[in-house]
T-cell receptor, first 112, second 114 residues
Framework: TQLLEQSPQFLSIQEGENLTVYCNSS?????LQWYRQEPGEGPVLLVT?????EVKKLKRLTFQFGDARKDSSLHITAAQPGDTGLYLC????????????FGGGTRLMVKP | ETGVTQTPRHLVMGMTNKKSLKCEQH?????MYWYKQSAKKPLELMFV???????ENNSVPSRFSPECPNSSHLFLHLHTLQPEDSALYLC?????????????FGSGTRLTVV
């Protein structure tokens, strides 16, 4: 069982649709990060959230950290083909060292 | 050149070969990391170098050996690898120990062991 479970594992949608992907755990995180990885490249940091209930927006992307800091979601509005990629969440377990743990990722494909 | 640069981008090696992966960063970061990314598995931390201290994942086989001569350069020496070691090897750097403000990743080295 992974510390961070991401769902869905795969998602294929049409351009213009909205979507939400999830990152869940039974552990409390002191902070959580979201990355996007495009084919043939390394992950690129999108956002860091640290406060329970925090909401951050990055253009069409909205990130939310759960009130209990055990889960997070990423919502994309009006998806575009350029949003295609692997979305990874990564978190630090509170009071358990500073090692960053990654989820298995959600692979998103946006078709034109 | 800015960012984190990894070379080579692709590497095919036999099980008896010795090769090295190289990573360099020009961001002024003081911590560097090696990660392994295999199909259908989460990113796996292999090694961390932070402020001249090395931390390693105890599950990493001894056929992987890291070297960090200074805060800008990181190597991963490979020796007598197995086919299951084929994966994307990612280097990352961060400002501050443990990358609390986020990691900057390189593009990775795609390793195939034959």
């Amino acid at each position: 069982t992974q510390l961070l479970e991401q769902s869905p594992q795969f998602l294929s949608i049409q351009e213009g649709e909205n979507l939400t992907v999830y990152c869940n755990s039974s552990s409390v995180f002191s902070s959580l990060q979201w990355y996007r990885q495009e084919p043939g490249e390394g992950p690129v940091l999108l956002v860091t959230v640290v406060t329970g209930g925090e909401v951050k927006k990055l253009k069409r992307l909205t990130f939310q950290f759960g009130d209990a800091r055990k889960d997070s979601s990423l919502h994309i509005t009006a998806a575009q083909p350029g949003d295609t990629g692997l979305y990874l969440c990564a978190g630090r377990v509170a009071n358990a060292g500073n090692m960053l743990t990654f989820g298995g990722g959600t692979r998103l494909m946006v078709k034109p | 050149e800015t960012g984190v640069t990894q070379t080579p981008r692709h590497l095919v090696m036999g099980m008896t070969n010795k090769k090295s992966l190289k990573c360099e960063q020009h961001l002024g970061h003081n911590a560097m990391y090696w990660y392994k990314q295999s199909a259908k598995k989460p990113l796996e931390l292999m090694f961390v170098y932070s402020l001249e201290e090395r931390v390693e994942n105890n599950s990493v086989p001894s056929r992987f050996s890291p070297e960090c001569p200074n805060s800008s350069h990181l190597f991963l020496h490979l020796h007598t690898l197995q086919p299951e070691d084929s994966a994307l090897y990612l280097c990352a750097s961060s400002q501050g120990r443990w990358g609390i403000y986020g990691y900057t990743f390189g593009s990775g080295t795609r390793l195939t062991v034959v």
